[in-house]
């Protein structure tokens, strides 16, 4: 306690570090009275200027240390030095230390500045993986993202190896409308030309996932989705060694082992994982086997210099199953008549970071990332999808990704007159050289990845392709503020894409009976250069410590794939004069907390789409044939709400319970939508595809002692699928059927538990409680196409040791 004669106004500064005198970075500097709160910078210091002297509480919380709370007394500017002790988890029971970290992460959220990033004034929401209790071996999306208001998630029943996550209108399949990263460096196939998402860490190695709406547009690329950051677990740093182990038994075959070592000696730190899954698959013809491996080194130069080196492999075969029309669903979801499918997949990427802090206010990081892989698809598949397969050729598809980057970013914080300010500028190269090919695959039954075409030289869909890419871009954020309490932060994009597309697609023409009559092999070479600037601007209100106001505005783009331009479909066709997506974002909000118990975050958003690409309009084509056609289905405008809220019932009702944990969460978004220019038929006034009215989750989390349990329920109202708002097919041999219709409304329960005992810990739940029979998806290519089940109610447990 120190106690001091009080007058004036002054400032209270200082620096955090931790036992052995190390500075504490990111740590939360609370003053209880004032409701204020700053954040250490790298070097552990803090200050609040214009504070009148008198008697308060500071308040110290960070990650893997005790809270800090104390009574001073001011009356002149006094530097302070606070050492927080690490936390003693062997001496806490998994409720205490499960509250620890919830107190600490209710002021978690992603910060106006972290390293060299800025999240001033933007929508975030960040997953903390420590505080779940969910199906983690099986990366439950349903679960893991429960409390990420408004997303719409494909349910694959896969064990989460690849991940299908969208929201606010735009498509899942592969998570390709988001930038996905992680440890802060691309991992999709082609960020510009073919942005999908094959590989997704499992949830077992990470410490939290960042999610960033549209406004990441100006930083992390121009998509709308905006940002999905996946952040591993740090290396230990107060042990050499550290072990976890996860063995995870489940329902259709499920075993999956993770296994990881991580520690610090000296300036030297680690962390390896290796994840193995296998299953059968609630339906016939569904394998899966994959194979995970990623390894992060990182060497302390200096106190303000650290390299880190990062390498992440997958190998991953599938069988699939295939898709279903309505009717087939209706008679049994199970049901798979396609026994010869199989997707491959191998991913190699490789991360060289270096972070350099020139002084207390300037840092810079470089990130060097590669990315070397394949994805493999080979099977029957017609324009119908209940043809039974006859056993004959199959169709191949390989895809080869080489893609490399650099993204160099630099962070300065300065004075704006008395008010403080924080610059950002960075840029990022990124050259891709990928290949595509289509062609006949062998007339067997497995995996067998061999082109066979001079065998078959009526095979109708062949193809050979190389996509070289191209991206220049420039960047620059600037957080000012303007008193106290509001500070604006513009920014821009600067650019630069060039897209190319060559090589050859062939046609074959037949007699009635099937002959080859001739054969025309079509060249192509195309390129295309854009470059252009956007726009945004994000504003932050803080009423006081506990209330932010946030809004913001930022413009979007999105190129056409090369998987839209070329890849031969017979169940879809595209438009020669498809062109690239572009529109913008805005939100408005209010967040913070309410007391002790009630954390929200509620805000309005709309989103403005123009040139919408659909893979799903129903037009007749040249023949006088009802197709499916990838066109650009017109200008859509999507806006809602987006609520989510946390109350701590404990401590609302029953403070005084130490072993005690309740919380009820729930997140809601309602969210209309319609096409209001089209030049496609019977699409103006529509609804826009993939948007669900209603989107609710909510759920409850509890625990006594070291026993911790949580309840959650799912609901989505009905979704179209296509821009015309088309019925289902009831006609099973209609070339839409499966493909185009409407994805019913459905809910569902989701129940975990988790006891540890010491270095125990077991974990056991029950997916889909209620064995609701539903689907979420209606593919127009692999996995199907046709409607992808859901999986039916399912069952797991995994034994945990930690040493």
């Known amino acids: 306690m120190l106690t001091l004669p009080l007058w004036g106004q002054l400032s209270i500064s200082g620096v955090v570090t931790d036992s052995i005198g190390k500075p504490v970075e990111d740590a939360e500097v609370y003053v209880k009275e004032l409701r204020l709160t700053e954040t250490t910078t790298a070097d552990g210091t803090f200050e609040f200027r214009g504070i009148s002297d008198g008697k308060y509480t500071l308040v110290v919380f960070a990650f893997e240390f005790e809270v800090y709370e104390k009574e001073l007394t001011f009356d002149m500017p006094l530097p302070m030095k606070i050492q927080l002790e690490r936390i003693r988890t062997q001496e806490l029971s998994e409720v205490t230390l499960t509250q620890r970290k919830e107190k600490i992460f209710a002021l978690r959220r992603l910060k106006k500045v972290e390293g060299t990033a800025i999240y001033a004034g933007k929508k975030t929401e960040v997953v903390a993986v420590d505080l779940l209790t969910a199906n983690l071996a099986a990366n439950n999306a349903r679960q893991i993202y429960g409390q990420v208001v408004g997303l719409n998630i494909y349910d694959n029943g896969d064990a989460g190896i690849q991940l299908n996550i969208g929201g606010r209108g735009l498509d899942p399949n592969r998570t390709a409308n988001f930038n996905t990263r992680q440890n802060s460096y691309d991992i999709s196939a082609d960020v510009l030309g073919y942005p999908e998402s094959y590989y997704t860490p499992p949830v077992e190695a990470l410490s939290e996932i960042q999610v960033v709406r549209g406004a990441a547009s100006l930083q992390y690329g121009t998509q709308f989705g905006g940002l999905i950051n996946f952040k591993f677990r740090p290396p230990n740093p107060d042990k050499k060694l550290e072990l976890i182990t996860r063995q995870t038994l489940g329902s259709n075959g499920l075993f999956t082992s993770f296994n990881s070592l991580g520690g610090t000696v000296g300036k030297f730190s680690y962390y390896n994982y290796l994840s193995y899954k296998e299953g059968d698959g609630f339906r016939p013809n569904s394998d899966f086997n994959a194979i995970n491996y990623h390894g992060h080194v990182g060497y302390q130069l200096t106190d303000k210099t650290k390299l880190t080196f990062e390498a992440t492999l997958l190998d991953y075969l599938a069988q699939q199953p295939g898709g279903l029309t309505d009717s087939q669903f209706q008679e049994d979801p199970n049901f798979s008549n396609r026994e010869r499918n199989y997707f491959d997949v191998d991913w190699k990427l490789a991360s060289l970071r270096l972070e350099h802090s020139f002084s207390s206010k300037t840092d810079f990081s470089l990130n060097l990332f590669a990315l070397d892989a394949s994805r493999k698809a080979l099977g029957f598949r017609q324009n119908r999808v209940d043809i039974i397969d006859d056993g004959n050729e199959r169709e191949l598809l390989i895809d080869d990704f080489q893609n490399w980057g650099a993204e160099a970013r630099l962070l300065s914080r300065y004075k704006l007159g008395d008010k403080n300010a924080v610059f950002l500028i960075g840029s990022k190269y990124y050259q891709a050289y990928n290949k595509q090919r289509q062609g006949a695959g062998p007339a067997t039954t497995g995996a067998d990845f061999d082109f066979v075409d001079e065998q078959y030289p009526a095979f109708p869909r062949k193809s050979q392709y190389r996509f070289p890419n191209l991206n220049l871009a420039v960047f620059g954020e600037n957080v000012i503020d303007i008193t106290d309490r509001f500070s604006i932060t513009p920014g821009f994009r600067f650019e630069y894409i060039k897209t190319s597309a060559e090589g050859n697609f062939t046609e074959v023409f037949t007699d009635l009976a099937g002959n080859v009559i001739d054969s025309r092999v079509n060249e192509e070479d195309k390129a295309l250069e854009r470059s252009f600037v956007l726009l945004g601007l994000g504003t932050s209100y803080k009423l006081n410590a506990d209330i932010e106001f946030y809004g913001n505005i930022s413009q979007n783009y999105r190129s056409v794939t090369f998987n839209d331009l070329r890849v031969i479909n017979p169940a879809q066709e595209i438009s020669p004069d498809l062109e690239d997506e572009e529109g913008f974002t805005g939100d408005i909000g209010a967040r913070g907390r309410f007391n002790a118990f009630l954390s929200y975050d509620a805000s309005g958003f709309i989103l403005y789409y123009g040139n919408r690409i659909s893979r799903n309009i129903v037009t007749v084509n040249d023949q006088n044939?009802?197709?499916?056609?990838?066109?650009?289905?017109?200008?859509?405008?999507?806006?809602?709400?987006?609520?989510?809220?946390?109350?701590?019932?404990?401590?609302?009702?029953?403070?005084?319970?130490?072993?005690?944990?309740?919380?009820?969460?729930?997140?809601?978004?309602?969210?209309?939508?319609?096409?209001?220019?089209?030049?496609?038929?019977?699409?103006?006034?529509?609804?826009?595809?993939?948007?669900?009215?209603?989107?609710?989750?909510?759920?409850?989390?509890?625990?006594?002692?070291?026993?911790?349990?949580?309840?959650?329920?799912?609901?989505?109202?009905?979704?179209?699928?296509?821009?015309?708002?088309?019925?289902?097919?009831?006609?099973?041999?209609?070339?839409?059927?499966?493909?185009?219709?409407?994805?019913?409304?459905?809910?569902?329960?989701?129940?975990?538990?988790?006891?540890?005992?010491?270095?125990?810990?077991?974990?056991?739940?029950?997916n889909n409680l209620l064995n609701e029979s539903y689907f979420t998806r209606r593919a127009t290519g692999y996995p199907g196409p046709g409607i992808i089940p859901a999986e039916p109610r399912t069952f797991y447990t995994t034994l945990q040791l930690k040493l």
Do not use: C
């Open 625 to 766: 044939r009802v197709v499916n056609l990838t066109d650009n289905a017109g200008t859509a405008v999507i806006y809602g709400l987006e609520m989510l809220g946390d109350w701590n019932v404990k401590e609302t009702f029953f403070n005084s319970k130490e072993n005690l944990k309740l919380n009820l969460f729930a997140n809601l978004a309602l969210t209309d939508s319609e096409y209001t220019k089209s030049d496609i038929n019977n699409v103006k006034g529509k609804k826009v595809e993939h948007i669900p009215a209603i989107n609710l989750r909510t759920g409850l989390s509890t625990g006594y002692k070291n026993l911790l349990a949580s309840l959650q329920y799912t609901y989505l109202a009905k979704q179209f699928n296509d821009p015309q708002n088309s019925p289902p097919f009831l006609d099973s041999t209609a070339p839409g059927a499966g493909i185009i219709g409407e994805l019913p409304a459905y809910g569902i329960m989701d129940l975990s538990l988790s006891y540890t005992y010491k270095k125990w810990k077991l974990e056991a739940g029950i």
